[in-house]
């Protein structure tokens, strides 16, 4: 079991959503959004993704089977993108 944090900052006009894991401070995945009501969509977004692909976390399991009809409602940057950007 990893232990997982999560952290918003308000950069450059949008909401960037981090998780972020406990033991050394890494950042393990990380999307912005324009409005402050998508939080929440990036975060499920990203522990759906690290809950599937990587890791053992009970905070990603239990992301998974929450929220499930929640569309964004602004402007996402998904990670990939994010990382081309450099944002």
Known sequence: MEPLETKVTFINDKYHCRIIRKSDG?????????????????????FRMY???WGDS?????????????????????PAKLKLRKI
């Open 26 to 46: 890494k950042v393990i995945d990380e999307m912005a959004c324009k409005l402050k009501e998508d939080v929440s969509f990036c975060f499920r977004y990203m």
């Open 51 to 53: 809950d599937k692909c």
């Open 58 to 78: 009970p905070m990603a399991d239990a992301s998974r089977h929450r929220g499930k009809n929640h569309i964004p409602k602004g402007n996402i940057v998904y």
